[in-house]
């Protein structure tokens, strides 16, 4: 493990997360709930890297309310490990940030970015890539993990794949033409066929000079502030010089802050890795394991009668849920809330959490 | 009122009632619930009667579990009309026990018989209905009262109408040809189209002489043991007698144990009475009146997104209900049980009863 001794994972975490409401809730958002198992999205991201990252090089970028959940969640991560945001300022900052306070305590470090609140089967295959990604990033690349669609999904970013890359790695590597924006259904079902495009996983791996320089370049903002932060980190005046900068930053996202215009950016695509974003009750229906007419009861007693490709989420077992003529439908039973949704609309959870915001029916966020 | 002054109501009130589970239980039969508004069925059909029957010519025939729960919700009837069965007997038992207890307190009696648990929007139509019912039993007939079909359901029985009947009556009135079981879909659409076929609404009209003949011809056993039962009625020997003789009796129904046979039957054809049985939550969605998208909210906090025809039945309205993408669907909310059915398949909540009872999870029934 000689080579990745100056790796280290950094954990984005402070996102919110409005469609996976009402199990989601402003005071717990996704992240922090054991959504899939007895594990929180957040531990199982964190021991996804056991026997990869020791606890002292995993990093966790996340703001303030959150903050003391996860320590309780993961205390093998270090205290100082945590790095904590005022206030949400997109993914660029939290790069930026975790990038320039690693490079204070480790001059050569590489890192791994990855969300917090996604969910990968494969385990193997995944370190495989991430290791592959590392040797990659050596070279100088910045290099981004991309997802083989296995559908026309309208709901993910894509990345378009150029050249195949020169090098000894064991593992398909190209260059990146281009990040591209949630696509319409047209468009996604062209990029499925074209077979030279990923959807964008967030998931990334660097040197932490190279994406430094990039963001110096780019975002120069940015680059200004989080080195000065950084210089202020491990002394007594963070607090002050975090709080009188960064509420300035522009929410900004690291694809389209920086990705989108560096040079040297590579891809690896990833095929079979079962990953998913866990972006909306639908997609829970690909994660978990359906019974033979499709259907899924977590944490739920459900008795199905000509019910067909149908979510059940519950947070009571001793509830029973009872289904008759059902077809492609997500059912949420929370103790306040009731949600009986079209698989196919499950991205209209967002409005009607917006709906309540408006409505100042606070209690129901 | 004089016409009237030996007319009485005979409420059927005993029965139990699967189909609107998991809101009417084995504890709490649908009867004595406040389906559909704050007064439960039973309340609402006594509510009916006034200004028609004063209570003291109001009877009750029931169960021994639900009387004292009837008595509390009505008590304005006097203890001694509640007629409490050991157990059910179809309602051939029920009409001949009341008719011949009747017949005991007032030889002149003439009764309506009405179920407990049905729909009926417009009040001052029923009682015209019922009193010129009574004008055609006054004749000799046994009058039941019929409901226009507005749509071709498989869920009633039907009564054929022969030639209309000769008399003074300022309203049709015809012999009835034949009762018929529910049909199939394709005989009810013949029923539709003919135009002289009713749903069987189970109201009957009759002087209490002319029932108790016909049972005493086509019912022998029950003729025997009705009168023996009623000669101990109002005497300290009521409940051996009752005990001994009653659970001999067969289940049968008053429409074909008695009525199909009979000889004077005549039928009131009611169109616009805004008539329901209540018999299923489906039915629910045509008593009660619909938002413009065909939505109902009962007792429930409903946010409806691109949501039609559907009816959400709570019985939490601080429980918030969403639904989004939904046509045609049941939601039933109770403490222990959610119900999310089609609404064409309402009656497969009988299924959902027999398999609770089958795997003895008497908790939910």
Redesign the interface.
Known sequence: MNDFEHTYAVIMAGGGGTRLW?VSRKERPKQLLPLLDDKTLFQSTVTRLENFFPPERILVVTVTEQANEMQKQAPEIPTKNYLIEPAPRGTASVVGLAAAVLKKRDSDAMMAVLPSDHFIRNRDLFHYLIRTAFQVAKKGYLVTLGITPTYPSTAYGYIHQGEALDGEFKYPVYKVKQFIEKPDEKTAQKFLRTGDHSWNSGMFVWHVDNILKEIEKQMPQLSGTISKISASWDTPQREDILNSLWYDLKNETIDFGVMENAEMVAILPAGGLGWSDVGSWNSLIEVLLPDMNGNIAQNAQH?A??THNSLVYSNDY?????????DD?V?V?TG???????S???Q??R??VQ?LKKHR?EK?L
């Open positions: 009402p008795l009668i000509d001793e509830r029973l849920v009872v289904t008759i003529g059902v439908m059912l039973d306040d809330v009731l949600l009986v949704c079209k196919d609309q499950a209209k959870v409005d009607v709906h029916q129901y």
